[in-house]
């Protein structure tokens, strides 16, 4: 296992440590189910905002709940392990809620980094209390067009018609 997986309990002590020496976290969260180009622009460009960049992993149980009985395609391990091998990602740990609510305590990022399908307003009433009462700044990045797990899952499905 990758030395950048870390158990959730383990977050807030590996951060807590790198806010100390100054480095500039920026978080961000998601399913990444099946990893295409576009999950990977996106955390390039989060992790240009920043010193370290931390993924908070949905969990196979809170995938179900948040796309249906379908996903997640790829189990959470492989999931993680994946992020995990990119360059521009320095921590992936998996959480078991829906929302990233204890993910962001955690992490306390300076900057926590959505796609463009989102707005500030729109974000999850929880996540949003736990940013203000942190500080953190919250940056939309725009998603790259043509890509996302669902039209390739789509795509999938068609070919093997």
Known sequence: MSPKIVELEQVFYRCDKLRAAGKRLVATNGCFDLLHVGHVRYLQAARALGDFLAIGLNSDRSVRELKGSGRPITKESDR???LAAL????LVTIFPQIRATRFIAAVRPAIYVKGSDYRSETLNE???AVLKEIGAEIRLIPFETG???SRLIEQIC????
């Not at 360059?87 to 320095?90: E, I, L, S, Y």
């Not at 068609?158 to 018609?161: D, G, L, P, Q, Y």
């Open 147 to 149: 890509y996302s797990t």
């Open 158 to 161: 068609k070919t093997r018609r």
């Open 80 to 82: 993680a392990e994946v």
């Open 126 to 128: 929880e996540e949003r």
């Open 87 to 90: 360059q521009c990602v320095d």
